[in-house]
Structure formats: structure tokens, C-alpha cells
């Protein structure tokens, strides 16, 4: 029903700033929460960051607030993250994410039911 497509990866130094995209194929309405979590090497994967409406809702991980900002164009069935600041720490495969319709965007894998093939970020020091 719903595929999605992450691209914007890359490797980059400490400091440096990255924009990852999530392209959608397939019907994705406004409703719909979509997020962004990561996986590091011998860890397991973490939430990043969810947005709802585009300006009313947006949550996101304690290690990441400040640098990172979520966005979504819904014309475009499109998901963002823009990454500022980065750090080694921030190293990981990077994967969107897209709820059922009328999910409270939320910290939860669980709540999500369409997944990315993911991107890898690297952040070197």
C-alpha cells in the first residue's frame, strides 16, 4: 500500500549538517504520523524524531532536540530530517516511517506499520 524510499545519507565530520529525505509512494494522508528512527551498530533501534499535522505536532528524542528538525510536505508525500550539528554518536542507518491513519505521532516502533529501507549517515571526528 505504502512504500517508502529514504535518501540524503552520506558521510560528513563532526559539526557538519545532513538533510535526509523519505519519499511515499501510495495513498499517505495528513493523519498519518510519520517518524524517523535510527539503528547504530551493535544497537538497537531508536526513535529520532515524529511529526502529525505539518506546525501543530513534532516530538523528538532528548539527543537530538535542538539539532535535528522534522518536517513533511504532504503534497509531496514527502518526509524530512534535517540534521545540524552532527556527531559521531549520530552515526547509524536512518529509516522513515508512517503510521495508520489517525496515530498521534509517537515515540513507539510499534505504532508504525510502513518502513524505509534505510540510509547510512556517518559522522567522523
Known amino acids: 500500500q505504502v512504500q517508502l524510499v529514504e535518501s540524503g545519507g552520506g558521510l560528513v565530520q563532526a559539526g557538519d549538517s545532513l538533510r535526509l529525505s523519505c519519499a511515499a509512494s501510495?495513498?499517505?494522508?495528513?493523519?498519518?504520523?510519520m517518524a524517523w528512527f535510527r539503528q547504530a551498530p551493535g544497537k538497537e533501534r531508536e526513535f529520532v524524531a515524529a511529526i502529525g499535522w505539518t506546525g501543530t505536532s513534532a516530538v523528538y528524542a532528548d539527543s537530538v532536540k535542538g539539532r535535528f528538525t522534522i518536517s513533511r510536505d504532504h503534497a509531496k508525500n514527502t518526509e524530512y530530517l534535517q540534521m545540524n550539528s552532527l556527531k559521531p554518536e549520530d552515526t547509524a542507518v536512518y529509516y522513515c516511517?508512517?503510521?495508520?491513519?489517525?496515530?498521534?505521532?509517537?515515540?513507539?516502533?510499534?505504532?508504525?506499520?510502513?518502513w524505509g529501507q534505510g540510509t547510512q549517515v556517518t559522522v567522523s571526528s
Open positions: 501510495g495513498r499517505v494522508f495528513s493523519s498519518n504520523a
Open positions: 516511517a508512517v503510521s495508520p491513519t489517525g496515530v498521534w505521532p509517537n515515540s513507539s516502533d510499534r505504532s508504525y506499520e510502513y
